[in-house]
């Protein structure tokens, strides 16, 4: 069973930074693909960050960022912990919501997709 534990969220004012942190537990799986998903608004998740070419090199890594946080987030990785971070700098408000860490990952059985259970990030004005 694969598992996602997330960590790092808080309350931050406006213009801060934070970073939040997702190990991928388990055994006998291979993550491909991490990402953050956020709920702001709505019953909607957020893509915010995703990282792509997980089990492959470096230099075949390739990330991807929702239009809100290009520029302000940054998605890394410790692939030798399945590990992935969200740096997260110049807050704002509007980045209030759960924040999701999602992964793909592959197993004997096949492929499956795990969410966690979300980490509350506050941004005060």
């Known amino acids: 069973q694969v598992q996602l534990v997330e960590s790092g969220g808080g309350s931050v004012q406006t213009g801060g930074s934070l970073t939040l942190s997702c190990a991928a537990t388990?055994?006998?799986?291979?993550?491909?693909?991490m990402a953050w998903y956020r709920q702001t608004q709505g019953n909607q998740r957020d893509m915010v960050a995703t990282m792509l070419g997980l089990d492959s090199t470096i230099s075949n890594i390739q990330t991807s960022y929702g239009d809100f946080a290009k520029g302000r987030f940054t998605i890394s990785r410790d692939n030798a912990q399945n590990m992935v971070y969200l740096q997260m700098n110049s807050l704002k408000p509007e980045d209030t919501g759960v924040y999701y860490c999602?992964?793909?990952?592959?197993?004997?059985?096949?492929?499956?997709?795990?969410w966690g259970q979300g980490t509350l990030v506050t941004v005060s004005s």
């Open positions: 999602k992964a793909d990952v592959r197993s004997r059985s096949g492929f499956l997709e795990v």
């Open positions: 388990g055994s006998d799986f291979r993550v491909d693909v």
